[in-house]
């Protein structure tokens, strides 16, 4: 069940989980199975975690999923709209072998990537310190996709092991300790971001955040294809005389799984929703409480909060009567 977040109106919670649509299958794809994830790198975080990342498995439709191997160990399971993990719990100054494999809607895994090696460092005993904060940060856009984030290096009583990036509170990217960049991408063109860096010593002491950076990359994004399709929109009346207001769509399909969404009321934000458990990957529902009056007439749009945490674009607007079988 969806769990409210907002609201200005009163909300009934009514949300079916319907079918998931499938990732690479059939003779048109659905029988594929998922490539093997291409561009994993790892980097030790601290004596005892090393970062892991992946570039997105393509597909028409879906990943669930990626399982992050130490060798032949699986150690992590991470949700299909993250292409990154730390895998902590282990050894100072050993050496690690990981891999990474797609899996998709139907329980299938795609074969393991290519290897990659990393080192944690020595630990250090009673170190309680943190590294000083990033400073200077900066940031020009690189075409509309992606962003290329410089910094001033942070100080600390031994080593700065790592540093982390964070797009508004999600920790996105993370590089060694000896490197003062970033490159990060996947972004929307015309999108608004803000950035923060943190450092981090061998004993996982982490420093407090950086000044943020806001960037907008250039270029236009409609929202065309961020936005929630085939959206349909009808009243109904209850048998204790109350109306509701009943929505359907298909979530947009994007890099990920999306799990809130944001209902628009006569051009204002009515209410916001969290889909709990597992959200659709098919066909969502959605109703709530409009009043008693018959013959308002409202109009309502949707839009979803992507896995990259900015808004997409809005569904087409639908314009309902209550007292009506208005769907239009």
């Known amino acids: 069940m969806p769990v409210p977040l907002r609201r200005s109106a009163p909300l009934c919670a009514l949300l079916a989980l319907l079918t998931s649509c499938a990732w690479g299958g059939g003779d048109d794809e659905s029988g594929r199975l998922p490539a093997a994830p291409v561009g994993v790198t790892a980097a030790a975080g601290s004596a005892t975690s090393v970062h892991v990342m992946w570039n997105a498995v393509p597909s028409g439709a879906g990943i669930e999923g990626y399982e992050v191997y130490r060798g032949t160990t699986k150690v992590e399971d991470v949700p299909g709209s993250r292409h990154m993990v730390d895998v902590t719990r282990l050894r100072p100054a050993t050496p690690y072998v990981f891999s990474v494999r797609a899996r998709d809607t139907e329980g299938r895994l795609g074969?393991?990537?290519?290897?990659?090696?990393?080192?944690?460092?020595?630990?250090?005993a009673s170190d309680r310190s943190a590294?000083?904060?990033?400073?200077?940060?900066?940031?020009?856009?690189?075409?509309?996709?992606?962003?290329?984030?410089?910094?001033?290096?942070?100080?600390?009583?031994?080593?700065?092991?790592?540093?982390?990036?964070?797009?508004?509170?999600?920790?996105?990217?993370?590089?060694?300790?000896?490197?003062?960049?970033?490159?990060?991408?996947?972004?929307?063109?015309?999108?608004?971001?803000?950035?923060?860096?943190?450092?981090?010593?061998?004993?996982?002491?982490?420093?407090?955040?950086?000044?943020?950076?806001?960037?907008?990359?250039?270029?236009?994004?409609?929202?065309?294809?961020?936005?929630?399709?085939?959206?349909?929109?009808?009243?109904?009346?209850?048998t204790d005389g109350a109306y509701y207001l009943d929505l359907a769509?298909?979530?947009?399909?994007?890099?990920?799984?999306?799990?809130?969404?944001?209902?628009?009321?006569?051009?204002?934000?009515?209410?916001?929703?969290?889909?709990?458990?597992?959200?659709?990957?098919?066909?969502?529902?959605?109703?709530?409480?409009?009043?008693?009056?018959?013959g308002e007439s409202h109009r309502v749009r949707i839009r979803?909060?992507?896995?990259?945490?900015?808004?997409?674009?809005?569904?087409?607007e639908?314009?309902?009567t209550t007292g009506t079988a208005t769907d239009r």
């Not at 006569?266 to 409009?290: E, I, K, N, Q, W």
């Open 111 to 124: 074969p393991p990537s290519r290897e990659v090696r990393a080192t944690t460092p020595a630990a250090t």
């Open 131 to 238: 590294p000083t904060r990033p400073g200077e940060l900066r940031g020009p856009a690189a075409g509309s996709r992606a962003v290329q984030l410089t910094w001033a290096a942070s100080a600390d009583d031994r080593d700065v092991v790592s540093y982390d990036i964070y797009q508004g509170d999600t920790k996105i990217h993370s590089v060694g300790g000896n490197q003062t960049g970033a490159v990060v991408t996947g972004l929307r063109p015309g999108t608004r971001y803000s950035f923060t860096v943190r450092a981090r010593d061998a004993a996982d002491n982490l420093s407090p955040a950086g000044d943020s950076i806001r960037l907008t990359t250039p270029g236009s994004d409609d929202g065309r294809g961020t936005a929630p399709t085939d959206f349909r929109a009808a009243t109904r009346r209850e």
């Open 249 to 294: 769509w298909v979530p947009p399909g994007t890099d990920g799984v999306v799990t809130e969404y944001e209902v628009h009321l006569d051009g204002r934000a009515a209410t916001s929703l969290v889909f709990g458990g597992t959200p659709p990957r098919g066909r969502a529902t959605y109703s709530f409480y409009l009043g008693r009056e018959a």
């Open 304 to 316: 979803a909060r992507l896995p990259d945490g900015t808004w997409g674009g809005l569904s087409a």
């Open 318 to 320: 639908r314009t309902v």
